[in-house]
Structures are given as structure tokens and as C-alpha cells.
């Protein structure tokens, strides 16, 4: 069957060179670091904004629930066009959108601005995503994509807490503008050297696309992306969640930032590995599960910043090792034949951390900035369920 951007079953194809792989990887980096820009600063955002840390944390989930809402809606529309170029298209949507950005001063204005760079830059995330699966040798798709993936983790590393460390004498609106400069060199670069295959893009057959959601594989990694990242609230209000609970640590927030990247680089490394080595759904019930168990760590250790922090890091490492495991699994659950379900896929982890980020706003504002674990351990617990049922009915 041929799918549009999956692409027809070729003898040869182009396979990646390490160059092409490596601007991939430096794209995810910068889209991370676009897209999470506030995560790291929100504390400070709401003082420059004069609202609550609640209502900034907006920033954040409007830019996913921009990804979650769109992106399948273009990507029935835009089927006929090749991947390749299509993906061009994004990059360069994506600059610009994040160049009014930086010209936009109300704070509405400025929610509407990231609905829309959410929605460019899943667009090529998806696009990227599916472009890597397709030229990445057989059975290294995992191993493939963690390295993709690592772009993001990589700027957890040094992105996030840079512009922590940044925002004391540069504001958010140079570093923005910062990224859009590197956004147009990657953009140069895909534009000389990105060629479009000849299979990458047909026109969306949604009958076809649409059957693939009977298969009880597919329906367990949809479900499985929207319920995990309920949980994931925490990721957006983790600065305001340290510095409120425990302020003597509120000076150490970059260098914390900081061991969370690198547990969120190696989480997302060593959960391709285990992918590769047990398969995506033996891998998930293993993070879902120690997710949960850290979560409730978390709970019932605040009394000590010191040991809360660390199973901070911990969280957030696996936290990706997780993530990994869903993003393979679509692919391995369509056999990379419906990059539409891919998007579906990528819009229920968008969609879930944006309501997410709701969640954690209404627990804050209702039992307290203490509780927000309780929803990744809640939803951790109800997606090994989700496996476990799964398998049984398998």
C-alpha cells in the first residue's frame, strides 16, 4: 500500500548521511529550545507580565495544544506535496512565526503567536520524524530516533538552564530572536543539500489512513501518548515548583536545570537502546512503572529538598525514556506506512501535556504546588494498565 510520506517499499533509498543526521539533530535542538523557552523562566515571565505563575505557564500549553489541534488538520490537506519540501516549508514558517515573536508585547497576542509556532513546529517535528524513519536502516529505527530525539534532550542540558543563566542580563526576546538566526542557517542548509524522493509525497487517502486506528496496537499507543503526558504537568511549573517548596535551592535552579537535561539526554539514549534490545512495549511498562513509583517518591519526600531534587532528575530522565518508547511505537505499530497516524501519535503527547499543564495549573491553584506529582503517578499507573489489558486481549 502506498502512504503518503510513508512512501512506497523501494529497493534502494537515500540513506542519511552523518551530516544530514547531525542538522536534523541540531534542528531538534533549536524547535526544543523554542518550544520551552518559558519552562525554565516562567517565575520571571510572570513578574515581567505582572500575572500569575499559573497563567504563564499558558505560554507553554498553548503552543501544544497549537501542535495537537492543527497539525492532523494540515497534514490531510498538504498529503499531496513531498515530505521533503513540505518540511522546508515548516522550517521557514517556523522562523518567521517565532520572529513576531519577538515583536509582540500583549500578553494575549502573545498566546495566540505560540498556538501558531506550535503548530509550524510540530508540522516539521512530524515531518522530520517521519523523513528520519524512512531513510534509517532496518531494525535501527529506535537507535535512529533516539539520536533525533537527543536533540531536544541535549537542549534540556544546555538550552533550558542557559536561559535561566541568560535572562539575568538578556531578555527572552534576543534569545528568540537568537534561535530564528539559526532556524534560517539549518533552513539554507536542508534547502541545498535535502533532495525529495519520488515516493514521499501522494495524496492523504483518509479512508486508508483512518483503518489503521482499528488495529489494537495503534489504538494502545494513541491512548497510551494522550494518558502519559496528562501526568506530565510538571515539566512546565518544575522552576516555580522548586522555588516554592524549597527556596534556599531557588539559587541553584540553572545548575538543576542542568542535571535534568542530562537525565533527560541519557533517559532518552538508553531508552532507544532498551527499545532496540526488548521491544518499545516491554520498555514502556518498565518506564510507566518506575514513573510512578518516582512520582510517589516525590510525594512522600518533601521534606528534603536534597533528596526531592534528585528524584527530580530522576523523573524527568525517565520521563523521556518514556517518550521514546512511544514515538517508536507508532512507528513499528504502522510499520511506517501512515505518517498520519505518526501525527495523530505526536498530537495526543502535544494535546496531553498542554491539558496537562491544565491540570497541574488547577491542582496548584486547588491542593497546592506540592501535589503536582500525584498526576504523573495517577497516569502512569493507568497506562501500564492500558499495556497490560493490551496484551492480554492480544
Known amino acids: ?25 541540531v534542528m531538534n535542538f533549536i524547535l526544543n529550545m523554542s518550544a520551552s523557552l518559558f519552562n525554565g523562566i516562567l517565575d ?31 497534514l490531510i490537506s498538504a498529503g499531496r506535496f513531498k515530505r521533503e519540501n513540505l518540511l522546508k516549508v515548516m522550517l521557514g514558517l517556523n522562523a518567521v512565526i517565532s520572529l513576531v515573536m519577538c515583536l509582540v508585547y500583549q ?12 503548530f509550524a513546529g510540530t508540522c516539521y517535528s512530524v515531518l522530520a520524524t517521519a523523513t528520519v524513519s524512512a531513510k534509517a536502516p532496518a531494525g535501527e529505527i529506535g537507535k ?20 535561566r543563566m541568560l535572562s539575568s542580563f538578556m531578555g527572552w526576546r534576543q534569545i528568540m530572536m537568537g534561535l530564528v538566526a539559526l532556524m534560517v542557517l539549518v533552513l539554507m542548509y536542508f534547502t541545498a543539500a535535502l533532495k525529495a524522493e519520488e515516493n514521499s509525497g501522494t495524496q492523504l487517502k483518509l479512508k486508508q489512513e483512518l483503518a489503521f486506528l482499528k488495529e489494537r496496537e495503534v489504538q494502545m499507543v494513541l491512548l497510551c501518548s494522550l494518558t502519559v503526558f496528562f501526568g506530565y504537568g510538571m515539566q512546565v511549573y518544575l522552576t516555580p515548583y522548586i522555588s516554592q517548596l524549597f527556596p534556599s535551592y531557588t539559587g541553584m535552579i540553572s545548575m538543576i536545570l542542568v542535571f535534568t537535561g542530562i537525565a533527560s539526554f541519557l533517559g532518552n539514549m538508553l531508552g532507544g537502546t532498551v527499545c532496540d534490545r526488548i521491544g518499545y512495549r516491554k520498555a514502556l511498562m518498565l518506564g510507566t512503572g518506575l514513573q ?30 518514556v517518550g521514546l518508547q512511544l514515538n517508536t511505537g507508532i512507528n513499528v505499530a504502522v510499520n511506517n506506512r501512515s505518517r498520519f497516524m505518526i501525527s495523530l501519535n505526536s498530537s495526543g503527547i502535544q494535546l496531553g501535556s498542554a491539558i496537562g499543564a491544565a491540570i497541574a495549573s488547577f491542582v496548584i491553584d486547588t ?12 497516569t502512569s499507573i493507568l497506562c501500564c494498565m492500558i499495556v497490560l489489558l493490551n496484551r492480554k486481549r492480544a
Request: proline share 3%; aromatic share 10%.
Open 367 to 378: 491542593f497546592g504546588m506540592g501535589m503536582i506529582p500525584a498526576t504523573s503517578m495517577i
Open 292 to 321: 510512578a513509583v518516582t512520582s510517589l517518591a516525590l510525594l512522600l519526600t518533601q521534606f528534603s529538598g536534597f533528596m526531592n531534587v534528585i528524584l527530580i532528575v530522576l523523573w524527568m530522565g525517565n520521563a523521556w525514556f
Open 144 to 163: 535512529y530516533l533516539s539520536l533525533l530525539i537527543g536533540g531536544s534532550a541535549v537542549a534540556n542540558i544546555i538550552g533550558v538552564p542557559s536561559i
Open 1 to 25: 500500500m502506498l502512504s503518503a510520506w510513508g512512501g512506497k517499499a523501494m529497493e534502494k533509498k537515500e540513506m542519511l548521511t552523518k551530516t544530514m543526521l547531525g542538522m536534523f539533530i
Open 44 to 74: 520571571q515571565v510572570a513578574v515581567e507580565m505582572n500575572v500569575p505563575v499559573t497563567v504563564t505557564g499558558q505560554l507553554s500549553s498553548m503552543y501544544q495544544f497549537g501542535a495537537g489541534i492543527g497539525v492532523p488538520l494540515f
Open 107 to 118: 500578553f494575549e497576542a502573545m498566546l495566540a503567536v505560540r498556538f501558531l509556532m506550535g
